[in-house]
C-alpha cells in the first residue's frame, strides 16, 4: 500500500468547540465576504437556532452584514429548491454564502455556489447523469466566501467536496463532486446541537460510522484514510451513546461532530465500493427513508451478505470497534463485529428492519434494477441475489424475486 499512488486533500479549515460559532461574522470578513446570506431549514428556524446566528450579526453592526435569510430548504438537496436559492442570492446582492443546517441544506448550498459560479438557469439542466464530477485542475476555485454550520454529526457535509442533489424531473439523485464546492470554513459548534431529537442524533451518528466503515474497506484506502476512518469509528463508539441519552452533554456532541466530519473525508477520499450507501440511496428515495436510518438498519445485513468484502481487513475494523479478544479466524471475527454493531444500534434504540415504513411491494421488485443503476454502484456491482437477500431481511418479507 505505502509504494501505491493515492492523493490525500482536506481543504475546509475546521473550528470546533462551544461557542464557535460567535467567530462568524469574523470568519466572513477575512474571507472577504461583505454581505452575507443565510441558508437553513424552517426547522432550525422554529427551533430558535437560526436567530442564534442572526444575533451574532445584530451584535456587530457594520461590515460583514447578513443581507437575507432563506429557511425553505427540505429533506434532500432538491434541484428546484437550489433555483430558489440562487435567485435569493442575486436578489439579495449577496457575495458570501452561510449554510446552517444537516447534510440536506449544507449540500443544496454546495449546489447554490456551483450554480452561481456556472451561471446556469436551472441545475437539473446540467444534473442529467447519476455523476457529475469535476477534478483539478479543470475544475476551477470558486471566490465566494462560503462557511457551513453543521447541526448535526452524520453527514459531515460541512467538508465534503460532494454533494447529492435531487433532480425532481427525473427522480434521480446525482453526486455533485468538485474540490472547491465544500465550505472554505466550517463550525463544528456542539452548543447548536444539542436540541436534536435522540432519534435523529441517533441515526445521524450511524450515518458517520458507515462513512467510516465503508471508507476502511475500500479498494481504495491508504494510511491517512485509515487514520481517519479508524479514529472517527473509535470516537463514535466512546460518544455516540452518551449524545444519543444525555444529549446536552457538549463533550459527546463536540467529539460526534469531530467524529463526523473525519468520516467523510476519509470516504470521499477513497471513493470506490460503498454497498451499504448503494442500497441506502435507492431505499431511502424508494419509501422516503431518511439516509443516515437506511444506512443504520442496511449496515450489518449487507456485512453479513457480503462477507467476501469484508473478512481481508475485518482484525483491524474489530480493533478499533474496541472489542475485546476478537477471534483471530475472520469469519468469527466478522461475526463478532456484526454482533457488535447490531447491538450499539439497539443501544442507541434504532430499528433493525423498515418495518415502520409503509411498504408497496410492487416498488420491492424494482430495487434490485435500481441499486445497480445507482451511481454509487459504479465501481462495484452487488449481485442481484445479495440486493434480493438484504431486501427480504429489512423489509420483513418471506421472499422476492430478483
Given amino acids: 500500500m505505502s509504494t501505491s499512488f493515492f492523493q490525500f486533500s482536506v481543504r475546509t479549515v475546521v473550528n470546533s468547540g462551544a461557542g464557535s460559532r460567535t467567530l462568524l461574522p469574523e470568519m466572513i470578513k477575512g474571507l472577504g465576504g461583505k454581505r452575507a446570506v443565510l441558508y437553513t431549514d424552517k426547522g432550525l428556524t422554529q427551533a430558535g437556532i437560526t436567530k442564534k446566528i442572526i444575533e451574532l450579526f445584530e451584535l456587530m453592526p457594520g ?13 434532500d438537496a432538491k434541484g428546484g429548491i437550489i433555483n430558489r436559492g440562487a435567485r435569493y442570492f442575486k436578489e439579495c446582492n449577496g457575495d458570501a454564502l452561510i449554510a446552517l443546517g444537516g447534510g440536506s441544506v449544507l449540500d443544496t448550498v454546495k449546489g447554490i455556489k456551483w450554480m452561481l459560479h456556472k451561471d446556469l438557469d436551472d441545475i437539473r439542466d446540467s444534473l442529467l447523469t447519476g455523476n457529475v464530477m469535476e477534478w483539478w485542475p479543470e475544475a476551477n476555485y470558486i471566490p465566494i466566501p462560503h462557511i ?14 460532494v454533494a447529492v442533489i435531487l433532480n425532481e424531473n427525473l427522480g434521480i439523485k446525482s453526486n455533485l463532486l468538485h474540490p472547491f464546492i465544500n465550505a472554505d470554513m466550517a463550525i463544528l459548534d456542539p452548543d447548536l446541537t444539542v436540541g436534536l431529537p435522540p432519534k435523529i442524533t441517533a441515526f445521524t451518528g450511524f450515518d458517520a460510522l458507515t462513512h467510516a466503515v465503508e471508507a476502511y474497506f475500500s479498494p481504495n484506502s491508504n494510511p491517512m484514510t485509515d487514520a481517519y476512518a479508524l479514529q472517527s469509528i473509535r470516537m463514535i463508539v466512546d460518544h455516540l451513546q452518551t449524545a444519543v441519552h ?13 467524529a463526523s466530519s473525519m468520516a467523510i473525508s476519509a470516504f470521499c477520499l477513497c471513493l470506490n465500493a460503498v454497498p451499504v450507501h448503494n442500497m441506502a440511496h435507492v431505499i431511502g428515495a424508494k419509501f422516503n427513508i431518511p ?22 481487513r475485518i482484525n483491524g475494523f474489530a480493533q478499533a470497534l474496541g472489542i475485546a479478544d476478537p477471534s483471530e479466524q475472520p469469519d468469527k471475527c466478522l461475526d463478532e463485529v456484526i454482533q457488535f454493531i447490531r447491538d450499539l444500534r439497539k443501544a442507541v434504540n434504532l430499528p433493525d428492519t423498515f418495518a415502520e415504513f409503509e411498504c408497496n411491494e410492487d416498488k420491492l421488485h424494482l430495487l434490485v ?8 454502484g459504479v465501481f462495484f456491482k452487488i449481485p442481484a441475489p445479495i440486493i434480493t ?11 422476492i424475486e430478483a
Fill in 246 to 258: 444525555k444529549g446536552d452533554d457538549l463533550s459527546a456532541r463536540a467529539n460526534m461532530l469531530i
Fill in 389 to 399: 437477500k438484504v431486501i427480504n431481511e429489512v423489509f420483513e418479507l418471506k421472499a
Fill in 291 to 312: 439516509h443516515g436510518l437506511a444506512n443504520a438498519v442496511l449496515l450489518p445485513n449487507v456485512m453479513e451478505s457480503l462477507p467476501a468484502y469484508y473478512l481481508p
Fill in 148 to 161: 457551513a454550520i453543521a447541526t448535526t454529526a452524520g453527514t459531515g457535509a460541512e467538508v465534503s467536496p
Fill in 63 to 75: 461590515t460583514p452584514e447578513l443581507v437575507g435569510v432563506f429557511d425553505a430548504i427540505e429533506q
Fill in 369 to 376: 434494477p435500481a441499486v445497480h443503476h445507482d451511481p454509487a
